[in-house]
């Protein structure tokens, strides 16, 4: 595996790196108003990324199956959500004083969202490894530039992703440091996912359209059960609207004009 590859595999972790960073600029307490902005932005970025990144290009791998190329992308969209919601009726809730338990609710909402971007991250690390593989066994539609330009587009759609993680958790009490470790560490599965790709492309290529849909699905669930309420709670909702088509409109740019 030679140098440019390496180096393609790792820019959109740095991207996730780079936008996880935002928390160290941030104040003590995200103000009201810039919490609503960053949910609806938060909320935009992922339902266009679910769109363009993930439910689009896993139909368009299935364009063999004719009329059925919708099958892989509406199972793996269903289970995506189906994990996500056992996943919430699993974590234990608590009923004690309420200052508990607008602890616990923070606490559940961040695992799923580091969870979500998380297992979002993973099929685009496939992705990515899939289109280096093409690279590098002399796939003549595969250009090595071709390659570069997906990794980085992918890199600059993890900026703010890396945010969204990093910031609320900042938000919640949690320390810079770790905040930051987090955001960065749902960024670390991509290049993994990248490198497993590549080694087992033959096995990973016929169900990566699934994957891609299951990622989906995954942040749907989360945009729908946890953030759009949360920003529409109060006041300021309106402008958490609009920080949502923000989000989605930045991000279906990203991904037609980049992806």
Known sequence: MNTS???GLLIPFLGTTLGSSCVFFMAKKMNTLIQKILLGFASGVMVAASVWSLLIPAIDMSESLGKFAFMPAAIGFLLGIAFLLILDHTIPHMHLDNEIEGKKANLKKSTMLVLAVTLHNIPEGMAVGVVFAGVMIGNSEVSLMGAMALAIGIAIQNFPEGAIISMPLKSEGMSRKRAFLYG?????????????TILLSKFV?????????FAAGAMLYVVVEEL??????GE?????????????????ILDVALG
């Open 5 to 7: 590859i390496v180096l």
């Open 205 to 213: 290529v016929p169900v990566l359209p699934y994957l891609l849909a």
């Open 184 to 196: 960065t560490a749902s960024g670390v599965v991509e290049p993994i996912g990248a490198v497993v």
């Open 236 to 252: 300021h909702s309106n402008v958490a609207t609009i920080g949502f088509a923000i989000g989605f409109t930045v991000m279906m």
């Open 228 to 233: 759009i309420p949360e920003a529409s709670e």
